[in-house]
């Protein structure tokens, strides 16, 4: 995550940690809401493909 362009780790850390809602982000960060979805989003494929790997899922039962 320390990889991850200043923007893109603000808005992860104060969506997955901190727990607040995209459009609180895209008030405090005073950015559009869709902003907000588009750097969530980015910073998610950058760090999946920084770890090698697909989504989890759970095996069939």
Not at 35 to 45: C, G
Not at 46 to 55: I, K
């Amino acid at each position: 995550m320390l990889r991850l362009p200043p923007n893109y780790k603000n808005v992860v850390y104060l969506f997955y940690f901190e727990g607040y809602s995209a459009v609180e982000i895209a008030a405090m960060l005073h950015r559009n809401e869709n902003t907000v979805y588009t750097w969530l989003s980015r910073a998610k494929k950058q760090l999946r493909s920084s770890l090698g790997g697909e989504p989890f899922e759970e095996p069939a039962t």
